[in-house]
């Protein structure tokens, strides 16, 4: 199922990038996304994150009452406008549940935005279908997080 989001920062790339690889804004999202624990890294250009969190009532007879969210970012060099590209790629612990997509940081709206799109799939015959389009509000969620989040961090 593909899937797509859009983000509009009030900072610059360059700004907005180094909040998104910065360790404790890292920190903040995982709290804010409900995260009952976590743990974040940041190596150079390459950010990583595992959430355990409640599982959605929608998920919870396959998972269990929790779920373990694991994302890797690997950010591109920056183009001479401040641009950059990321692979994103995110799985679910013991389950069949990938997310694979890519981040476009560019100059625009309140000063940068990001554009989210990616394929996300639930590897189980007959089901998967069902289960993506049930999981897919919780992806998306994890975004808006992140521009809450961000809105914070970035404000004056």
């Known amino acids: 199922m593909e899937l797509s989001n859009h983000l509009d920062f009030a900072g610059q790339p360059t ?9 404790k804004y890292l ?9 009952l624990s976590y743990h974040v890294s940041v190596e150079g250009s390459t950010t990583k994150t595992s959430r355990t969190l409640p599982a959605p009532d929608s998920a919870k007879r396959f998972t269990g009452p929790e779920l373990t969210v694991n994302e890797e970012v690997v950010w591109d060099d920056p183009s001479s406008n401040g641009s950059r590209n ?8 013991g389950q069949p549940v990938t997310f694979r ?10 000063g940068s935005v990001v554009d989210v799109t990616g394929e996300l799939k639930v590897a189980i015959p ?6 993506e ?3 897919a509000p919780s992806v998306k969620e ?7 989040v961000g809105d914070r961090w970035l404000a004056p």
Do not use: F, H, I, W
């Not at 692979?87 to 612990?93: D, I, N, P, R």
């Not at 997509?101 to 309140?110: A, D």
């Not at 994890?142 to 809450?148: D, S, V």
């Open 142 to 148: 994890g975004y808006k997080t992140q521009q809450e």
């Open 27 to 35: 920190d903040e999202v995982c709290v804010a996304s409900g995260s």
């Open 15 to 23: 700004d907005v990038y180094a909040m998104m690889t910065d360790r």
């Open 101 to 110: 997509g890519k981040l476009q940081l560019s100059p625009g709206g309140r």
């Open 126 to 131: 007959l089901l998967g279908k069902k289960l």
């Open 86 to 93: 990321a692979a994103v790629t995110m799985t679910v612990l």
């Open 133 to 135: 389009e049930s999981t």
